[in-house]
Structures are given as structure tokens and as C-alpha cells.
């Protein structure tokens, strides 16, 4: 397929998720991935692609309305917006970027030099949710529009977290799977939108309970190489007492408590490592280390009570039949799937497309 036919087919299998003119000065020598996963009625976007314009103009939107928002997080690029009649902004790495199907837009992605050494890249990922699924009135949404938004501190930070997350575990994930985390993605964009306009109190407690959980699960992802990882130090960082933290757990954790999560994780983590090539020449007791487990006779005798076999036998065997594709898809770092909410439907599909 010659460049201009893989543009082609790339704006053409774009289109199939918004209507909008897609074009690049890079037509000529054109490669790019697109991504996607339907996680119930919210689907995943992961794309890559080079320097490129997308327009949405006030005909597309009379003649064709999905009500959806659009949610972008940037990783690499920097992205242009030009909103309506006169409101303009400039994203770049880090950033949140909202809009709606329902108002015309200009956006300009401008790539960064790829680190294969290739042509300029944009590198995103983002989400489309029906507007209606959203519990935030839609006339208080608007005034984030088109804002530049920070997907580095606060909620924005768990969001952003989350979504990178779920997009590199997506693709195996079972349809009762990718339901539980589309709602899981709904609870985190309103709660955080929720805290952009402090709003948060008027949100349904059930919502802010879940958006809780999750903050609560990516703070535990991020900190157990920390040897003083604890319940304790968890609630701290979340400013709610031990008790309220093991309520939270037993509700949506089917029954394990924080301390047993916490250590199944670190025991997950040193499984994965041990079994990696990249890391064959780190010694055992350091993995442990990394994990947070830094006494060398706990960490054998949990593991083999864990696995079956010591961590040193583990290791030989998972080197000795090492897959040509590498880690394959249980990746550090995946957003655990929530128990305790019910599923919203079966999960419709993937996809993935290069050109």
C-alpha cells in the first residue's frame, strides 16, 4: 500500500469514529497506528500518527451530533485548538484537553521528532463518553471547554494515570472486563471535572466513592517499591481515617483487605520482573527490593507460598521459555479490574489499525 493510500485508509477508518476533515502535510509519506476499544458505551482511543489538522465544522455537526465529549490526554506533540467563533488554546504533554461533537473546532497536532528517528509524531490517548452518561449538568461543563487542563497533579493526574494504563492493557481484556472499567473511566472524568469546577459535593456519593477507590488503587500501583507502604500511610495520603479506607476495600475488593492487595501486588510485581529479560542481570534480593519487600527470607518464603516455586527457579524457567513477543499482556502498572459495581453491558469491541 503506498503512503497516500495508508492516509487514506487512516482518515477513512477515523471517520468511522467522528466526523471530521482529517488532513497532513505528511500525506506523501504517511504512517500512523489507531487504536481502539469500546468499554461498553465509552470507547478507548490510542493513536499515533504525524503532523496533522482535524476539523469539525458547523455543517458536520447540523448533520451528524453523536452528544459525545471528547476527552484527549497528550504524550507527545503539541496540540492546537481553535473552538467556536474566537476561543483558542495550546496543549502540550501532560495535558487534558475537553471538548463536545456538539460545537465546531479547528485542531492542529504537531509531532515531535519519533525516538526511532522517524518523521515528526503525535502520540495520544483519549476517550469519547456520551454526554449523558456524565452526572454533571452540561451548562456547568461548558466552562471547561476547550481549557487547557493539567494531567499532572490532583484527579487530572489519577485520570491521566488510568487511561494510559487501561489503553496498553486493553486489547486483552474480556467484555465483562472492559464494562467494569468504562464505568470506572465515567466515575474519574466526573470526578474530575467535578473538582476543575468545584463541584464535587454535588456529585452522587456512589460516584465519589468509586473515584475514591481508584485514586486509592493508582497510589498503591505507583508506591510499592516503598517498603513503608501501609494502610495507614494510604489513608494519610488521602486525607480519610483507617477505618473509612477499610470500609472502601471491603465494599469494592471483594472481601481482601488492603494489606493482603497490597502485598499480592508486590508479589504480582516481582513475578513479572523476575521473568523479564531486560532485567536477568538484576540480582533476586534487589527485584525484591524494588518491590518493597526487602528481607530476603520473607520475600522467598512468601513467594514460593504464592507461586509454588522459589523466586530463583521461577526466573530460570520463565528466561528458559521466553516468548518471542516479550512480556505479553499482563504489564506492570494495569488498573485492577473493580469488583462491587455491575457490569453496563458487554464490551462491543477492539481494534487496531496501521497505515
Request: glycine residues 10%.
Amino acid at each position: 500500500m503506498s503512503a497516500k493510500d495508508r492516509f487514506e485508509y487512516w482518515r477513512e477508518t477515523l471517520g468511522k469514529t467522528r466526523e471530521c476533515e482529517a488532513t497532513s502535510a505528511h500525506a506523501d509519506s504517511f504512517e500512523a497506528e489507531l487504536r481502539w476499544s469500546e468499554l461498553g458505551p465509552v470507547v478507548l482511543l490510542g493513536s499515533s500518527f504525524p503532523s496533522a489538522r482535524f476539523r469539525r465544522t458547523e455543517r458536520m455537526v447540523r448533520r451528524s451530533d453523536q452528544e459525545l465529549y471528547h476527552l484527549t490526554l497528550l504524550t507527545s506533540g503539541v496540540h492546537g485548538l481553535r473552538r467556536g467563533q474566537d476561543q483558542t488554546e495550546t496543549f502540550r504533554v501532560g495535558d487534558l484537553a475537553l471538548i463536545d461533537s456538539s460545537t465546531a473546532h479547528d485542531v492542529r497536532m504537531l509531532g515531535d521528532r519519533s525516538p526511532s528517528g522517524g518523521g515528526p509524531e503525535v502520540t495520544a490517548v483519549g476517550v469519547d463518553i456520551p454526554r449523558s452518561l456524565l452526572p454533571v449538568p452540561g451548562r456547568r461543563v461548558r466552562d471547561l471547554l476547550g481549557r487547557r487542563l493539567s494531567g499532572r497533579e490532583g484527579t487530572g493526574a489519577v485520570l491521566a494515570d488510568f487511561l494510559l494504563s487501561l489503553e496498553r492493557r486493553a486489547a486483552s481484556l474480556q467484555p465483562a472486563e472492559s464494562s467494569r472499567l468504562g464505568l470506572v473511566v465515567v466515575d474519574l472524568v466526573a470526578a474530575w471535572v467535578a473538582r476543575e469546577l468545584d463541584a464535587v459535593p454535588a456529585l452522587p456519593q456512589e460516584i465519589q466513592r468509586r473515584a475514591l477507590m481508584e485514586s486509592v488503587r493508582g497510589f498503591i500501583r505507583h508506591n510499592l517499591h516503598d517498603p513503608d507502604l501501609s494502610p495507614a500511610t494510604v489513608a494519610a495520603a488521602h486525607h480519610i481515617s483507617l477505618s473509612h479506607l477499610h470500609h472502601l476495600f471491603t465494599r469494592y475488593c471483594g472481601g481482601e483487605t488492603l494489606a493482603a492487595s497490597i502485598r499480592r501486588q508486590r508479589l504480582q510485581k516481582a513475578h513479572r520482573d523476575l521473568a523479564d529479560p531486560a532485567l536477568r542481570g538484576v540480582p533476586v534480593h534487589l527485584i525484591a527490593v524494588a518491590c518493597g519487600l526487602p528481607r530476603a527470607s520473607e520475600f522467598s518464603r512468601a513467594f514460593k507460598a504464592a507461586y509454588g516455586i522459589p523466586p530463583r527457579e521461577h526466573r530460570h524457567q520463565a528466561l528458559l521459555a521466553e516468548p518471542a513477543d516479550g512480556r505479553g499482556a499482563d504489564e506492570g502498572g494495569a488498573p485492577e479490574v473493580p469488583s462491587g459495581q455491575p457490569a453496563g453491558g458487554d464490551g462491543r469491541g477492539t481494534g487496531n489499525v496501521r497505515a
